[in-house]
Structures are given as C-alpha cells and as structure tokens.
C-alpha cells in the first residue's frame, strides 16, 4: 500500500525556519514528481510546488518563490521542504503528494494520486 508521511511540522515565530519531510513508501518514487500543497482553514488547499523525479527541476508559487525550497534524496524515498522567513500567512496544514497525471500542469492537485496525512505549520506573528 502507497503511503506517504509527512513530519517537521511545528510552532515557529515568524521569520524563522522549518524543514519538512515526506516519506514515502512508494516504489515509483524515483520516477514520479513530489508535489507540496497547503491548506489553511477555511481556504482550498493551495498549490506549494514541486520537484521533479530527478531533482533536477522545481518550480514554486509566487507566494512562497525565494523563501522555500525543495529538495529530494531518492535513496532514502523522501521529498523535503525547506521553509525560511517564515510569515503568518504561511500556517497550513501542509501536504506531499506523487504525481500520477503527467497531463497539463504539475500545480493542480488532481494531477496527484498519492497524498500524505499533512503537518500543521503555524507561524506566530
């Protein structure tokens, strides 16, 4: 069974830093694009970014481009997500997810057939 784990999640102030971490239980990891995405309560879940199976490419919505970055270990089957100066606007819960649809773009969640259970980031002001 497919499952995907995310951890690193926490209570941070802003401006600060968190690393989160997904790891996957998947054979396909290696091959396949790992997404981030965020939801923040009572908003649609949000598109983060995502890297493809290589590592060789990211790409980062506008919101988050400069401050995170994502990087990847394919030996270890885990995707991480680099978060700095880390804003208020940044709480979410956050999630990982495999790409299954390599149709059209890599930011629409429907393009992602496997997620994890999320992590809460909240960042105090």
């Known amino acids: 069974q497919v499952q995907l784990v995310e951890s690193g999640g926490g209570l941070v102030q802003a401006g600060g830093s968190l690393r989160l971490a997904c790891a996957a239980s998947t054979r396909t990891f290696s091959s396949n694009t790992m997404g981030w995405f965020r939801q923040a309560p009572g908003k649609e879940r949000e598109f983060v970014g995502f890297?493809?199976?290589?590592?060789?490419?990211?790409y980062y919505a506008d919101s988050v481009k400069g401050r995170f970055t994502i990087s990847r270990d394919n030996a270890k089957n885990t995707v991480y997500l680099q978060m700095n100066s880390l804003k208020p606007e940044d709480t979410a819960v956050y999630y990982c997810a495999e790409r299954g649809d390599y149709s059209g773009s890599g930011a629409y969640s429907n393009k992602y057939a496997y997620w994890g259970q999320g992590t809460q980031v909240t960042v105090s002001s």
């Open positions: 890297i493809t199976s290589s590592g060789d490419n990211m």
